[in-house]
């Protein structure tokens, strides 16, 4: 059964630093990864959509890779900004034929930005 | 409007009370799903609707219970819930299930309260 895990589950860096989040999961057989962002009492939007084929991709400040084999991904976050502050989630769709919609989620990491 | 939308926003609700959750997309998606996020632990997917019929129902209790009248609008009826049901209830779309197809674009979500 597929398990995602993020560590740190909390942050606090001052701002201006780079850094990063991690993600892991257990089953190495994914069709994508997504990373979301998760402002508070408020719903999930996409930063970044990885293939299993591809090994990173890049949105501004945020830099998302894949290795998919020793089942991991980070995100890394350039030059990091109050704004920044919110929970980062990571999400696995499952490599089966169908039910690649059934996105599997971490617990998040909760980043906090301080000015 | 767009993107996908949720009311109420906020619920409070007696155990023996009934009440239902709306999402409507205006993304001309085909695809509707329904999440759960409670304290601390990781999305758990409940139910999954492609062209309104359900295509996923992941061992959710009978207390609740989606309706798909049409690919824009998802309800989510509760009734007779339990004080563990207290949770952010998220809504998403997608243009289908499909693989390729199922980047997933979230509501802002309703918080229950069950008292």
């Known amino acids: ?115 | 409007e767009t993107g996908v939308t949720q009311t109420p926003r906020h619920l409070v609700m007696g155990m023996t009370n009934k009440k239902s959750l709306k999402c409507e997309q205006h993304l001309g998606h085909n695809a509707m799903y329904w999440y759960k996020q409670s304290a601390k632990k990781p999305l758990e997917l409940m139910f999954v609707y492609s062209l309104e019929e359900r295509v996923e129902n992941n061992s959710v209790p009978s207390r609740f219970s989606p309706e798909c009248p049409n690919s824009s609008h998802l309800f989510l009826h509760l009734h007779t819930l339990q004080p563990e049901d207290s949770a952010l209830y998220l809504c998403a779309s997608s243009q289908d299930i499909s693989r390729g197809a199922y980047e997933q674009y979230f509501g802002p979500g309703t918080r229950l309260t069950v008292t």
Do not use: H, M
Request: glycine letters at 8%.
């Open chain 1, 1 to 115: 059964k597929q398990e995602v895990t993020q560590i740190p589950a909390a942050l606090s860096v001052p701002e201006g630093e780079n850094l990063v989040l991690n993600c892991s999961f257990t089953d190495s057989a994914i069709y994508n990864l997504q990373w979301f962002r998760q402002d508070p009492g408020k719903g999930l939007t996409s930063l970044l959509l990885i293939q299993s084929s591809q090994r990173e991709q890049t949105s501004g400040r945020l830099n998302a890779s894949l290795d998919k084999s020793s089942g991991r991904s980070t995100l890394y976050i350039a030059a990091s900004q109050p704004g920044d502050s919110a929970t980062y989630l990571c999400a696995v769709s499952p490599a089966s034929q169908s039910g690649t919609y059934k996105y599997i989620f971490g617990t998040g990491t909760r980043l906090k930005v301080l000015a």
